[in-house]
């Protein structure tokens, strides 16, 4: 039996699916043909096909595929990235400074878009006759000003 050279690649959380994983090591062009290869069994997790393309593969899983052999390990993260996870405030802190004081009523940014009441039409047309196009087709739509299309 040939042995296989193994791959690590770094991922952040554990656990990554298998679709995502093969995407990530360039063992395939896009989900959609990671989604494929699993689906028809061409990929091996830890020894065994496996069909799932959402399958939770956890540090230390071996994924086998097209001659090519993977194992997820966790990246280490870096002093930088490590200080600015710590700097920054967690989700309900963010919120917390974020919420405005709701205790005076909304008020509309443009005063004339919130005064914007229709008026009344004339009919300074009654009594005239209206001459139409010959084509109905060629009609504007009274709410858009645009002719109408037909195929």
């Known amino acids: ?55 939770k593969v956890y540090f230390e899983d071996i994924v086998q595929f097209n001659g090519e052999a993977i194992m997820p390990m966790l ?33 509309p940014k443009n005063k004339a878009k919130a005064n914007n009441k229709k008026k009344p039409k004339s009919n300074s047309n009654k009594g005239k006759s209206a001459v139409k196009d010959k084509n109905p087709a060629a009609e504007k739509n009274s709410r858009t000003g645009r002719k109408s299309i037909s195929f």
Do not use: H, T
């Open 75 to 107: 990246r280490e993260a870096s002093e930088d990235e490590r200080l600015a996870a710590e700097q920054a405030p967690s989700f309900n802190e963010a919120v917390a400074n974020n919420q405005k004081d709701n205790s005076e009523p909304f008020k």
């Open 1 to 55: 039996m040939e042995e296989i050279e193994v791959l690590v690649i770094d991922v952040d959380a554990e656990p990554i699916e298998l679709c995502k994983l093969l995407k990530i090591a360039n063992l395939v062009g896009g989900g959609g043909e990671a989604k494929m290869v699993i689906s028809e069994g061409y990929v091996y997790l830890n020894g065994e096909v496996e069909y799932q393309k959402r399958k």
